[in-house]
């Protein structure tokens, strides 16, 4: 089974992601160490993460060589940079809180990286994996922090992102939640896309400016969504 098979399945088997993680070629033996000692749905949620994730890295760009064969480059996941041009003065006072949320997680996460790094060997299997899922996550929220940030100095508009109550969701909740969330988020980005097309193929300003309405209203829905999901998988 390939991994675009496992993923699209209604049914995705423990055991089965076990083995898609362990044949890639980024297989982390610490994270699969402790992936491997139980099956439960906060495991399969953090695996499907991994496979998704590759999924991602591993895009293909073909270039054409001398001998006009495609050969493929690896591509890289890009990493959420700082940004120093961005001042807190250039945002509202609504926006402060999380432009220096975003600027203490980046501190957090590189601590975090020097910590693992200064991991004994004998500490690395039972301490490694949790910082690295720190990192990651803090690398997650940073990313939409800057997606809410970067919206307003595009538009000069704050969104204002929902706080969704967690913390008496079973971890079986919480699967849910996330499976819906991602479900939303591909139905917006399709009629995010639809839009743009549409946008692209006409001529009449007045459905320009329509058009242009839907798709900032779209952009803005989108953004919530995916910073809800963010949340949702801090709590997993």
Excluded at 116 to 122: F, K, M, R, S, T
Excluded at 146 to 174: A, C, G, R
């Amino acid at each position: 089974m390939t991994i675009d098979t496992w993923l699209s399945s209604n049914n995705q088997d423990y055991k089965i992601a076990l083995q898609l993680y362990e044949a890639l070629p980024t297989c982390n033996r610490h994270f699969l160490k402790a992936m491997q000692k139980a099956d439960t749905p906060q495991n399969l949620i953090k695996l499907r993460y991994q496979l998704e994730k590759y999924k991602k890295l591993e895009v293909p760009k073909a270039t054409i060589s001398k001998k006009n064969k495609p050969t493929l480059i690896r591509t890289t996941e890009p990493k959420p940079s700082f940004k120093p041009r961005v001042l807190i003065t250039d945002l509202p006072l609504e926006l402060h809180a999380t432009y220096i949320e975003q600027k203490n997680n980046f501190a957090k996460a590189c601590s975090l990286k020097m910590q693992l790094n200064a991991l004994e060997e004998h500490e690395i299997e039972h301490k490694a994996l949790g910082v690295i899922l720190k990192i990651e996550s803090l690398f997650k929220a940073i990313n939409e922090a800057w997606k809410i940030i970067d919206y307003y100095l595009e538009h000069k508009e704050v969104i204002q992102v929902p706080k969704t109550t967690l913390e008496n969701l079973t971890p079986i909740e919480l699967l849910k939640k996330q499976n819906s969330l991602r479900s939303s988020i591909t139905r917006q980005k399709t009629r995010k896309e639809k839009l743009l097309a549409e946008l692209k193929n006409t001529s009449l300003r007045t459905q320009k400016l329509k058009l242009e309405t839907k798709i900032e209203k779209a952009t803005k829905k989108l953004i919530n969504l995916e910073s809800t999901l963010s949340f949702v998988l801090e709590k997993i």
